[in-house]
């Protein structure tokens, strides 16, 4: 695999050293100490240093005790003013291996049949990156990450308007980080920390970008581009509201990595690659093929069913989108992409509906970072199912990203213990 092995974001800016953090070590931060593991799930167990690359365990390239944040590992970019001046990167833009960040090829084979498209013909031109996410493992197993392997950047793309904002179109992008590389990763995550403004946490659009810092711009846009690019890309995902259909429907499909080429997805409980959800209302949901991982998961997203249910079926049903939340108990290998996509809303909908409060049901993620989403609209917007981006003018930001975001900085405490 070629790329940027062994080093960083060299280009554009990302020098080390520069302004101060103001705001970056605010409460909730990660230092060596490991601030917030003791209330983090799993934060046990750990085993060697974070990667080969010569660092210590829990420390950068240069050495220095890691110091980052909900917001420093998951990045909602805001809207730009101009589609003609995107804030970061375009799909179509090059990474530093020379190669598109996003592939035009595999996005018009996720489109699907063309006698019924699922994006609008332009819609790859448009593709703007909206969010950036860190992670020490893949995260395809359920789980903290182990000692030893390869870390994962997370894009999202989203076709953007000007007259309208965010479609309702997303493409999530996993691209690989080698272990060797993880420690120079780190180290120009903490050079962004630094530079970053705003809170630590929670979750919510990034400020130094929606302020124009053009340093932080930098910096940010040359991670993406040193770790993106087709030859590091294993996995993309496509969750898209049709706009030649009447009804509002999302389709769900996938290809991964298989040794040179790149195969159809499975949708996770079925022998299907592709999945429609139809809103049928009130944080309720047809899906087509039927996906029942976990066990309660249809009942919790049909009307008809789950108003004919038992209080115990309920109870139940309510449970499976709290273990679909959970990155310690569900991952994309044990639920299909419509769990993690509607459990947010569909859970606030029927927990307030059957007058429960969510936080006593068994089996939530327990960190002691702050892993309100109210600086989104998840919990009560049903028309759309972005988990971690736009639809017009508004921000989501789903319960499962905020447990995500958390569990990174868990396992970056736990390494550094």
């Known amino acids: 695999m070629s790329g940027v092995a062994g080093g960083g974001p060299a280009s554009g800016g990302a020098a080390a050293g520069g302004a101060d953090s103001a705001g970056a070590d605010a409460a909730g931060s990660v230092t060596s100490g490991g601030t917030a593991a003791g209330g983090g799930a799993g934060s046990g167990g750990a085993g060697a240093g974070l990667g080969s690359g010569g660092a210590d365990a829990g420390a950068a390239s240069d050495g220095s005790p890691l110091s980052l944040a909900m917001n420093d590992v998951t990045i909602l970019v805001p809207l730009p003013e101009s589609i003609a001046e995107p804030v970061l990167l375009l799909g179509s833009d090059e990474a530093d291996d020379g190669t598109p960040m996003v592939p035009r090829p595999l996005v018009e084979r996720l489109d699907g049949d063309a006698s019924l498209p699922t994006l609008n013909p332009d819609a790859y031109e448009r593709l703007h990156l909206v969010a950036v996410r860190f992670d020490l493992c893949d995260h395809n197993a359920a789980g903290p990450c182990p000692a030893s392997g390869d870390a994962s950047l997370r894009l999202v793309f989203q076709p953007l308007s000007d007259s309208f904002g965010a479609e309702d179109v997303g493409f999530h992008a996993f691209y690989t980080i080698a272990e060797s590389e993880i420690p120079d990763a780190l180290q120009a995550l903490i050079e962004l920390s630094k530079r970053r403004t705003g809170p630590a946490e929670p979750l919510g659009v990034s400020v130094p970008l929606s302020e124009g810092n053009a340093q932080y711009a930098d910096l940010l846009r040359a991670f993406v581009r040193a770790y993106g690019g087709e030859q590091r890309l294993v996995r993309l995902t496509m969750n898209a509201q049709p706009a030649v259909l009447a009804s509002i429907t999302w ?146 930001i789903s319960q499962r990203v905020a447990y995500d975001t958390a569990l990174v900085l868990d396992d970056l405490a736990r390494f550094g213990e």
């Open 251 to 396: 389709v769900f499909r996938g290809v991964e990595r298989q040794g040179a080429g790149f195969e159809d997805m499975l949708i996770h409980g079925t022998s299907e690659t592709t999945q429609q959800v139809t809103l049928v209302g009130d944080g309720f949901f047809l899906m087509t093929p039927v996906s029942d991982s976990p066990k309660g998961l249809a009942l919790g997203l049909d009307l008809t069913a789950f108003e004919a249910a038992s209080e115990l079926e309920k109870r139940t049903a309510l449970e499976a989108f709290v273990a679909i939340d959970n990155p310690l108990t569900s991952a994309p290998d044990t639920v299909a992409c419509v769990g993690c996509h509607t459990s947010t809303v569909a859970l606030a909908s029927r927990s307030t509906d059957m007058g429960l409060d969510p936080q006593t049901l068994p089996g939530r993620f327990t960190t002691s970072f702050d892993v309100s989403i109210d600086a989104g609209e998840s919990t009560t917007l049903d028309r759309s199912l972005r988990a971690l981006g736009w639809v017009r003018t508004t921000p989501l």
